[in-house]
């Protein structure tokens, strides 16, 4: 039973415009997000985090939005570079537990 | 080291094999996760160590499959009689305690042959 999906297994964006990268989760107990960035042959690599006590959390480029009545995580990422090409996992967890993590998106940022 | 430190980075054995994958977290951090990726699969969880309490073994696919923490530290991680649907790749992860961030290491790439 999946508990953390992303539905959109490949997103494609333009150098420059915004690229949104989705997550829904099941667990109404979940109570903190978490983005990661995985290049191939390497390990994930921490993005950005957010507490179900915000609905938004940003650095830098990247802003992580929360809506708890839906379920619902995203990730913008604005402007897109081309260095930003990678396959993006969203994880959730319940404080104390382990963490769930999606099924992974694979941007790729055209120049 | 500054990281999450996991060796061997790359393994390539015999079906029927035991296997062992050690992993290092960051000094300090109290949490240690174990992950695999199989290829064109997500993040699948095996088991989560905490501190001193009893670990989360939820995750672990069958009996072959077995985690161990020494000392609050390093991990091992043994995958005994392989088969090839355990080929994969093992990422550990630690945290400094509930409710953080987790970070990865580079990973172990495990091919069973």
């Known amino acids: 039973d999946q508990q953390v999906k992303q539905n959109s297994p490949s997103l494609s964006v333009q150098e420059g415009r915004i690229s949104i990268l989705n997550c829904d989760y099941t667990n109404s107990m979940f109570d903190y997000f978490l983005w990661y960035k995985k290049y191939p042959a390497e390990g994930p690599t921490f993005l950005i985090s957010?507490?179900?006590?915000?609905d938004k959390n940003e650095d830098g480029r990247f802003t992580v939005f929360l809506n708890k009545s839906a379920k619902h995580l995203s990730l913008h990422i604005v402007p897109s570079q081309p260095g930003d090409s990678a396959v993006y996992f969203c994880?959730?967890?319940?404080?104390?537990?382990?963490?769930?993590f999606g099924t992974g998106t694979s941007l790729t940022v055209i120049p | 080291g500054a990281g999450v430190s996991q060796s061997p980075s790359n393994k390539v054995t015999e079906k029927g094999k035991d296997v062992e994958l050690r992993c290092d977290p960051i000094?300090?951090?109290?949490?240690l996760y174990w992950y695999r990726q199989s290829l064109g699969q997500g993040l699948e969880f095996l088991i989560y160590?905490?501190?001193?309490?009893?670990?989360?073994k939820s995750g672990l696919p069958s009996d072959r499959f077995s985690a161990e923490r020494t000392g609050g530290s390093v991990s091992t991680l043994t995958i005994q009689r392989t088969q090839q649907e355990d080929s994969a790749v093992y990422l550990c992860?630690?945290?400094?305690?509930?409710?953080?961030?987790?970070?990865f290491g580079e990973g172990s790439w495990l091919t069973v042959v």
């Open positions: 994880a959730a967890s319940r404080t104390g537990n382990q963490f769930y």
């Open positions: 992860a630690s945290s400094p305690g509930r409710g953080n961030t987790i970070y």
């Open positions: 957010i507490s179900s006590i915000k």
């Open positions: 000094s300090g951090h109290t949490a």
């Open positions: 160590f905490q501190g001193n309490s009893a670990p989360d």
